[in-house]
């Protein structure tokens, strides 16, 4: 390993790293709102939303992520919706992790005892401020930790979008090791890089489990 | 002001209510009592809307109490509710579980909102917990904050579900202090409870419920020292044997 190969390799990695923050972050954003109305949808009364929200959400949880890929990218434009590679990832991503999200959420709503919705409506409350003021805040504090993991799983499941030749930071990494045959170097710097990103997002979520975890209690913050 | 008509209310194929009418007048207070499962919890949640009903009517202030209807919310503004176990907001404070009310239904300022929640803890006894969460203090406490969210809406009447029932027995007496002096301020009151002492000291009326019907109602005095019916009879000689 020489230390020129390393300042040949890192701009080209760092180049990929950034697609695949802007990866995790697209899919990260999409899967919340997704996973939120599927949540919704599956704690609904309207007995076709849920069993729709369901349904979706186990085909999506069978299938494994790389299918889900393939598929938008390589079924869809045969139906003539064209999405570029990028374009592609993020959705697939976000899709499939959508469906955790959404039992993530659902299980934080659930959390919330009926007493206190009941406390809500005899105070005049109309169920969306309820959603807004009494459920969601407590919904989100239990579905932090687990929202956490769920953006550490994506950061790394985004490595996926190079089998369908996104240029992000693993498929940067194989394109330097087939020209150059620097496996160790190569593949050692892919790894920490990956580390870089995601041990201070585990590290974030811990933090913030900590603090929520004290201010739940009533902590004196 | 609260006028219950004849209500019937079935949850599937129990009927629980069995034609309840029920009047009560600004300013009265009346007591629910009557065993487990006679419906006493059930009579409370029609009338603020929370448990719709089958036949009958209620009327509050001569305004159908219709859980369906669209000022069903506006209503519930006009009859608080506190119940067995509390139901505080956990994660906010005891002043902001008595400020969400007013602020976020009757969109009161802040500032209004504040000072109004802070004047009514401190008439139940807590201004010195104004910031704490509600985890923080004992069951007693947290009715008593409980009380002050419902009164912060300034509704005509208010209804309690056995207050102190999920109370250790030395918190009971700071609760239904606070009650007493409700009571005596002129608060429109229909309480469920099995404190034989509270109901026969404030209540106006008492009313026995047994399997979905009243059987008995009266003064409270006569009520709980001399009953008529038999069933009465047989429910106080239990509890006060307690
Ligand atoms: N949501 C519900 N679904 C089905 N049955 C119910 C429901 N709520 C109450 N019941 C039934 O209705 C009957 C009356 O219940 P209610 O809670 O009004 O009694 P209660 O007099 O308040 O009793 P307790 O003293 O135990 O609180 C009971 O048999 C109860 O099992
Ligand atoms: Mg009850």
Not at chain 1, 94 to 121: C, D, K, L, T
Not at chain 1, 132 to 151: D, E, K, M
Not at chain 2, 39 to 51: F, H
Request: proline share 4%; aromatic share 6%; hydrophobic share 45%.
């Amino acid at each position: 390993m020489e230390f020129s190969d390393i300042t040949a390799f890192l701009p080209i990695l760092l180049k990929g790293a950034l697609i695949t923050v802007q990866i995790t972050i697209g899919a990260l954003l999409l899967s919340t709102l997704l996973g939120l109305l599927l949540a919704l949808m599956k704690l609904s009364p309207v007995r076709a939303l849920s069993l729709t929200a369901g349904t979706f959400i186990n085909v999506v949880r069978g299938l494994p992520i790389i299918v889900q890929l393939f598929y938008i990218y390589f079924v869809l434009p045969e139906l003539g919706i064209q999405l570029s590679a990028f374009q592609a990832s993020i959705i697939g991503l976000g899709v499939a992790y959508s469906a955790y999200q959404a039992e993530n959420f659902r299980a934080g709503i659930e959390a919330i005892e009926a007493g206190q919705i009941e406390a809500a409506r005899s105070i005049g409350m109309k169920s969306k401020l309820i959603m807004r003021r009494v459920v969601l805040p407590q919904a989100i504090r239990i579905a932090l930790p687990p929202y956490g993991n769920t953006a550490v799983m994506i950061l790394k499941d985004s490595s996926l979008a190079s089998t369908i030749t996104v240029a992000e930071m693993t498929r940067a990494g194989q394109l330097i090791a087939a020209s150059t045959f620097q496996n160790t170097t190569v593949y050692t710097l892919v790894a920490l890089l990956y580390l870089c990103l995601s041990l201070p997002l585990i590290f974030g979520v811990n933090r913030l489990e900590r603090y929520f975890g004290k201010s739940a209690k009533g902590g004196n913050s | 002001m609260i006028n219950i008509n004849a209500i019937h209310k079935s949850f599937g194929d129990v009927e629980v209510l069995k034609g309840v009418s029920l009047t009560v007048a600004k300013g009265e207070v009346v007591c629910l009592i009557g065993p487990s499962g006679s419906g006493k919890s059930t009579v409370l949640r029609c009338i603020n809307g929370l448990e719709s009903y089958d036949q009958g009517s209620i009327t509050i202030n001569d305004r159908q109490v219709d859980v369906a209807s669209k000022d069903i919310n506006d209503l519930r503004t006009q009859v608080g509710m506190v119940f067995q176990r509390f139901n505080l907001f956990p994660h906010r404070t005891v002043v902001e579980n008595v400020m969400e009310g007013p602020i976020f239904v009757k969109n009161e300022p802040r500032e209004t909102a504040h000072a109004n929640a802070i004047a009514l803890l401190e008439k139940v006894g807590l201004g010195d917990k104004v910031e704490a969460y509600p985890q923080q203090l004992s069951g007693g406490q947290q009715q008593r904050v409980a009380i002050a969210r419902a009164l912060a809406m300034q509704p005509e009447a208010i209804l309690f579900d056995e207050p102190t029932s999920a109370l250790d027995p030395e918190l009971v007496g700071d609760v239904l202090t606070v009650m007493r002096d409700l009571a005596n301020e002129g608060m429109t009151m229909v309480v469920v409870t099995h404190e034989m002492g509270f109901a026969k000291e404030v209540a106006d009326r008492v009313c026995f419920l047994y399997g979905g019907q009243i059987v008995e109602s009266g003064d409270a005095h006569t009520l709980l020292t001399q009953p008529s019916h038999e069933r009465t009879q047989d429910f106080l000689r239990r509890v006060l044997n307690h």
